[in-house]
């Protein structure tokens, strides 16, 4: 087994679980039969290239963040970047700093 397999198995169930639904739901949700994402997970196959995209874009992420490590929720980072670029540069500079206040 190709450990990058492993990884996008385990990728797309630790993202569901986070999003709180079923392999059954996400399937419905991306618009396949009910064990299209149990077929992926159990590694029967894998998702095509434009199937990988609907995944990222289900679970408000980029691909990049998909293959993120370091991040268990990359869509609330996502999110939270996504807000922050709204902000004038004296507002940035204030959640900079609360951001480094909760890092101590």
Known sequence: MD???EYV???ITQLRLNKGISEYQLSYDLGHSRGY??????GKSLPS???F???CDYFEITPTDFFDTKHNFPELLTKAIDEI???NDEDMLLILT?????KK
Request: proline share 0%; glycine share 0%.
């Open 3 to 5: 450990s990058m397999d």
């Open 9 to 11: 198995r385990n990728r």
């Open 37 to 42: 994402i149990n077929n992926i997970t159990s």
């Open 49 to 51: 290239m434009s199937e």
């Open 53 to 55: 995209f609907s995944l």
């Open 85 to 87: 670029k709204d902000l």
């Open 98 to 102: 609360i951001i480094k206040r909760l």
